[in-house]
């Protein structure tokens, strides 16, 4: 059974770090692609981070860019958000998103969350 599984979320002061995490399991023989969400409350949920293409570069949201950096630990099957620089505008649950394609079909498989506040 696929399944992904956030961490790293609480509440920070403005200016301060956090960094999020994602463990992926249950991929037999697809690769995976992934990406960060983010959905704050009453909104809409948004991408945050998400590669170009495997082994490629990261497409990062205005609101982030330069702030937040997205890496993977393919050995360790985990997905990396380093943000720094927090804002209030930045607290939302994070999401993490796991795509693969079969037989040219993208399927997308989430995991729960984890809630970030930035707060003073």
């Known amino acids: 059974q696929v399944q992904l599984v956030e961490s790293g979320g609480g509440l920070v002061q403005p200016g301060g770090s956090l960094r999020l995490s994602c463990v992926v399991s249950?991929?037999?023989?697809?690769?995976?692609?992934m990406s960060w969400y983010r959905q704050a409350p009453g909104k809409e949920r948004e991408l945050v981070a998400a590669?170009?293409?495997?082994?490629?570069?990261?497409n990062y949201a205005d609101s982030v860019k330069g702030r937040f950096t997205f890496s993977r630990d393919n050995a360790k099957n985990t997905g990396y958000l380093q943000m720094n620089n927090l804002k209030p505008e930045d607290t939302a649950v994070y999401y993490c998103?796991?795509?693969?394609?079969?037989?040219?079909?993208?399927?997308?498989?989430w995991g729960k969350g984890t809630l970030v506040t930035v707060s003073s």
């Open positions: 590669p170009i293409s495997d082994g490629g570069s990261t």
């Open positions: 998103n796991a795509r693969i394609t079969r037989a040219g079909v993208k399927i997308d498989y």
């Open positions: 249950g991929f037999t023989f697809s690769s995976y692609a």
